[in-house]
């Protein structure tokens, strides 16, 4: 009888083991699936690539700037963001705070930066906190569902 508790706990050890081994994999695979789609995010808005920058999103994401407003859907996404990109935002930059996968959507508390046009020769920063939900589509494609930030001093 207790040589079976003692088989019984050292297979349960072995399974805990493995288990943990594969959450930390997996925290380590979605880390690097949010630090890709981060990149993306970044590389498009830094080009100015509206067009590709809306497709990142679903038709009907939502995305809510830090003042108060809602917006819905690709087509006020992109006005927003030509908004700032013409209004000289630039070197926009997201670092992972923690993310948390499950199954096929991904969350993000991040934090972001970006830089301003320069003004009388000082280039001005800002950044805070943003959280995103992405989610796969049934195509493949990771899309955002709910972009939300604030900005800090």
């Known amino acids: 009888m207790n040589i079976q508790v003692l088989v ?20 380590l695979d979605n880390r690097q699936l949010a630090e ?8 498009l808005f ?18 809510s700037p830090g003042n108060g407003q809602v917006l819905k859907g690709q087509q006020a996404i992109a006005e927003l963001f030509k908004g700032f990109i013409d209004g000289g935002v630039h070197s926009h930059k997201i670092s992972i705070i923690e993310i948390e996968r499950e199954g096929n959507v991904l969350y993000q508390v991040s934090n972001w930066q970006a830089s301003g046009q320069a003004q009388d ?16 589509n049934e195509a493949g494609e990771w899309k955002l569902q709910v972009h939300s930030w604030n900005m800090g001093k």
Request: aromatic share 6%.
């Open 46 to 63: 830094n080009k100015g690539d509206l067009s590709a920058l809306t497709q990142l999103y679903n038709e009907q994401a939502v995305i």
């Open 36 to 43: 890709q789609l981060n990149q993306k995010w970044d590389d």
């Open 8 to 27: 019984k706990s050292c297979i349960a050890a072995v399974i805990l083991s493995v288990s943990g081994l594969t959450f930390a994999e997996s925290n």
């Open 121 to 136: 020769g000082v280039i001005p920063t800002f950044g805070g906190v943003v959280t995103l939900v992405s989610k796969l």
